[in-house]
T-cell receptor, first 116, second 111 residues
Framework: DAGVIQSPRHEVTEMGQEVTLRCKPISGHDYLFWYRQTMMRGLELLIYFNNNVPIDDSGMPEDRFSAKMPNASFSTLKIQPSEPRDSAVYFC??????????????FGPGTRLLVL | SQKIEQNSEALNIQEGKTATLTCNYTNYSPAYLQWYRQDPGRGPVFLLLIRENEKEKRKERLKVTFDTTLKQSLFHITASQPADSATYLCALDIGGNQFYFGTGTSLTVIP
């Protein structure tokens, strides 16, 4: 398997523009997570899906952020409108839960977002 | 809210020595505790998982301990090598897919 795939790897945009980040999870994984990582706050969980259904979006900072998972092999995280404070590295991760072993999350390479 | 602290933001050690990283947490009782490695420009990579009823887990040169009374996990790398230089993150899995990461410790192994 190719692992978790994210695109784009880098995104530079101007304040107010819409940004869409994309993720393809590992085939067979039924959980998908979106994280944001900054130096100040570390790795923060934004939202996660189970079998394409959003389960917990309490980490989504504002209504400007939205996420969808239309099918098992694709998810998007959208920021509209973007602001400079949204600049961070955004990671997508997928996992499957196994009884007695918890879950191990597999991370993509991340999208480095810079909002000017 | 859950609070996870990892010892010092940066740790420098001499090659061949044992590196010890600390993860302290408050409030919750995690079912599992995991350690991840993150290299610059890459996503975290899973290393080890330890269950709440386990005291110690080993994998090659890595050893993790878990003390639920102290609410602390220690992560050891024995016979450290420059290739071990990276940021190491601990993560608490408290069940119900509630997953919390620490801010990480940057380890540098000096040749």
């Amino acid at each position: 398997d190719a692992g978790v795939i994210q695109s784009p790897r880098h995104e530079v945009t101007e304040m107010g523009q819409e940004v869409t980040l994309r993720c393809k999870p590992i085939s067979g994984h039924d959980y998908l997570f979106w994280y944001r990582q900054t130096m100040m706050r570390g790795l923060e969980l934004l939202i996660y899906f189970n079998n394409n259904v959003p389960i917990d979006d309490s980490g989504m900072p504002e209504d400007r952020f939205s996420a969808k998972m239309p099918n098992a092999s694709f998810s998007t995280l959208k920021i509209q409108p973007s602001e400079p404070r949204d600049s961070a590295v955004y990671f997508c991760a997928s996992s499957f839960w196994k009884a007695g072993s918890g879950e191990t999350q597999y991370f993509g390479p991340g999208t480095r977002l810079l909002v000017l | 809210s859950q609070k996870i602290e990892q010892n010092s933001e940066a740790l420098n050690i001499q090659e061949g020595k044992t590196a010890t990283l600390t993860c302290n947490y408050t409030n919750y009782s995690p079912a599992y505790l995991q350690w991840y490695r993150q290299d610059p420009g890459r996503g975290p990579v899973f290393l080890l998982l330890i269950r709440e009823n386990e005291k110690e887990k080993r994998k090659e040169r890595l050893k993790v301990t878990f003390d639920t009374t102290l609410k602390q996990s220690l992560f050891h790398i024995t016979a450290s090598q420059p290739a071990d230089s990276a940021t190491y993150l601990c993560a608490l899995d408290i069940g119900g897919n509630q997953f919390y990461f620490g801010t990480g410790t940057s380890l540098t192994v000096i040749p």
